[in-house]
């Protein structure tokens, strides 16, 4: 109890001494302040139900509710939800945390993911699951982003979260922006595993930082499932559209 009540004092000290700026447009006060969060670009219009993706004119209009993909080759999670386009502050956001060092952002980002996605998903979940990266990437960046992330909404939505329920069991490096989704689903197939006694029976929030193709997600959801997982439902900060 002495400790916290120092750490917390500690906190409080450092703050009127360097007062938070807003990640954004450096106002001070805190990391992300009401304005720029007000201002993200939203992930709004008709997705689809799945995997979150932009629907086609054509699918909207029959009344559609799954993209092509999904309905041809339905993905190992039930559904994904992103507030956000990758685009903008949300971009800039995600780089801060990703590549910066700024870990401290993933509290107001993860507040915002759980009150503005769609649906209940941390509702519904036992587990909240990071996306990981493999030993070699995370001792070089020194953290896990999306372990971040799972942590901080493991905590809002008064979930367990275990880091530890996957391994990325082959270092498959960044995935270029020019790649087909084809080519990122054959190059993620097989990239992880699970352990059975972390996973068995147990409903998994998957949580990462951006979705593009989804082949991340679909590779780790099945490994998940594999291991004997009920289900698998997936939160991530941004969609690339």
Same mark, same amino acid.
């Given at each position: 109890?002495?400790?916290?009540?120092? @750490?917390?004092?500690?906190?409080?000290?450092?703050? $009127? $001494?360097?007062?938070?700026?807003?990640?954004?447009?450096?106002?001070?006060?805190?990391?992300?302040?009401?304005?720029?969060?007000?201002?993200?670009?939203?992930?709004?219009?008709?997705?689809?139900?799945?995997?979150?993706?932009?629907?086609?004119?054509? #699918?909207?209009?029959? @009344?559609?509710?799954?993209?092509?993909?999904?309905?041809?080759?339905?993905?190992?999670?039930?559904?994904?939800?992103?507030?956000?386009?990758?685009?903008?502050?949300?971009?800039?956001?995600?780089?801060?945390?990703?590549?910066?060092?700024?870990?401290? $952002?993933? @509290?107001?980002?993860?507040? $915002?993911?759980?009150?503005?996605?769609?649906?209940?998903?941390?509702? #519904?979940?036992?587990?909240?699951?990071?996306?990981?990266?493999?030993?070699?990437?995370?001792?070089?960046? @020194?953290?896990?982003?999306?372990?971040?992330?799972?942590?901080?909404?493991? *905590?809002?939505?008064?979930?367990?979260?275990?880091?530890?329920?996957?391994?990325?069991?082959?270092?498959?490096?960044?995935?270029?922006? %020019?790649?087909?989704?084809?080519?990122?689903?054959?190059?993620?197939?097989?990239?992880?595993?699970?352990?059975?006694?972390?996973?068995?029976?147990?409903?998994?929030?998957?949580?990462?930082?951006? *979705? %593009? #193709?989804?082949?991340?997600?679909?590779?780790?959801?099945? *490994?998940?499932?594999?291991?004997?997982?009920?289900?698998?439902?997936?939160?991530?900060?941004?969609?690339?559209?």
């Amino acid at each position: 109890m002495m400790k916290q009540m120092l @750490g917390r004092a500690s906190h409080a000290a450092l703050d $009127l $001494l360097f007062p938070p700026q807003c990640a954004l447009c450096h106002r001070a006060g805190s990391l992300l302040c009401d304005g720029c969060a007000d201002d993200l670009p939203p992930a709004d219009g008709r997705r689809c139900d799945c995997c979150w993706m932009p629907l086609a004119r054509r #699918t909207a209009r029959l @009344g559609g509710r799954l993209c092509r993909h999904c309905a041809e080759a339905p993905p190992s999670f039930d559904a994904l939800r992103s507030p956000f386009v990758m685009e903008a502050g949300a971009r800039r956001l995600a780089h801060e945390l990703k590549y910066e060092g700024m870990t401290a $952002l993933a @509290g107001p980002m993860a507040q $915002l993911i759980l009150a503005r996605t769609e649906g209940p998903a941390a509702q #519904t979940a036992d587990v909240v699951v990071p996306v990981p990266l493999h030993r070699a990437r995370e001792r070089s960046r @020194g953290y896990n982003q999306a372990a971040m992330l799972a942590r901080a909404i493991a *905590a809002g939505a008064d979930l367990p979260c275990d880091v530890r329920a996957v391994r990325r069991t082959r270092n498959t490096g960044p995935l270029a922006k %020019t790649m087909h989704r084809e080519e990122r689903l054959a190059i993620m197939r097989g990239a992880f595993a699970a352990r059975p006694e972390r996973a068995e029976g147990r409903r998994v929030l998957l949580v990462d930082d951006v *979705a %593009t #193709t989804g082949a991340t997600l679909d590779a780790c959801g099945a *490994a998940l499932l594999a291991a004997g997982a009920r289900s698998v439902r997936c939160l991530t900060w941004a969609r690339a559209d």
